[in-house]
């Protein structure tokens, strides 16, 4: 398979993913009313167009778009992961959180990001992306790390 066909398969597949989790729509629902509110005001914060997700999101949304969220960080980071190679010209994450989430399916990660913010409610600030990071990623690395 070429690197093209692969990284064409990849690009689809995370438009997919982000259509049927309901994201695409809800974009373009939410920056058309923020261009209507920003023509009645001096202009919108990017945090108010463009929240980070954080535990308050999460669990407010459905398992579907859970797990959409989930496999949409998976795509993009295997696209970065296709498109710059093994060893990147400039630093990046990806190969670690690759590494860190090897072997986990996207039940999997949604359960465990589930049972945290279920366990500390006192951390639903917290970003999604952190909270994978934090209790998926890291702990994985460390341990292998250590052998």
Not at 21 to 31: E, K, T
Not at 34 to 61: D, N, Q, R
Not at 107 to 124: G, H, M, S
């Amino acid at each position: 398979m070429t690197r093209q066909y692969r990284t064409r398969t990849v690009l689809f597949s995370a438009g997919l993913a982000l259509i049927l989790g309901g994201v695409l729509p809800a974009q373009a629902a939410n920056s058309a009313k923020s261009m209507a509110s920003s023509s009645t005001s001096a202009g919108t914060s990017v945090t108010e167009e463009w929240p980070i997700p954080t535990g308050e999101h999460w669990l407010k949304a459905t398992e579907t778009e859970k797990q959409a969220y989930v496999l949409g960080i998976l795509n993009m980071a295997m696209i970065e992961y296709q498109l710059t190679g093994q060893k990147p010209k400039h630093r990046t994450v990806v190969p670690r959180l690759l590494q860190g989430l090897d072997g986990m399916t996207v039940l999997q990660i949604t359960e465990t990001v589930n049972t945290y913010y279920k366990a500390n409610p006192d951390k639903q600030q917290d970003p999604i992306i952190e909270v994978i990071w934090s209790q998926i990623v890291k702990p994985k690395l460390d341990q292998s790390k250590a052998k």
